[in-house]
Nanobody, 124 residues
Framework: QVQLAESGGGLVQAGGSLRLSCVTS????????MGWFRQAPGKEREFVAA???????DYVDSVKGRFSISRDNGKKTVYLQMNSLKAEDTAVYYC??????????????????WGQGTQVTVSS
């Protein structure tokens, strides 16, 4: 059974930084695409970033130049470095892993495995 566990969320002032981590257990991490999604209050969950097993990276436009996704296959961990945080980045951030073929990396249905989420709050 594959399990994902996020950490690193918290409260930060606008302009600050946080680094989220997502540790996986079970499965073969190096074979997985890994993604980060977020859900703000009253909004649908949205794609933030993804890193494929090949290392190809995708970002939603709103975080380009501020967020950076990376992975450490030896530690079975994916990271999301978030800089220059804005109030609109406030959300629950979810880690997702695996990949279902026939869809796209920015879609939720691309990922069979999900973490429980970690809260990120940016005060303005």
């Amino acid at each position: 059974q594959v399990q994902l566990a996020e950490s690193g969320g918290g409260l930060v002032q606008a302009g600050g930084s946080l680094r989220l981590s997502c540790v996986t257990s079970g499965g073969t991490f190096s074979n997985y695409a890994m993604g980060w999604f977020r859900q703000a209050p009253g909004k649908e969950r949205e794609f933030v970033a993804a890193i494929r097993r090949t290392g190809i990276i995708d970002y939603v436009d709103s975080v380009k130049g501020r967020f950076s996704i990376s992975r450490d296959n030896g530690k079975k961990t994916v990271y999301l470095q978030m800089n220059s945080l804005k109030a609109e980045d406030t959300a629950v951030y979810y880690c997702a892993g695996g990949f279902n073929s026939g869809t796209y990396y920015y879609r939720e249905d691309a990922y069979p495995y999900w973490g429980q989420g970690t809260q990120v709050t940016v005060s303005s």
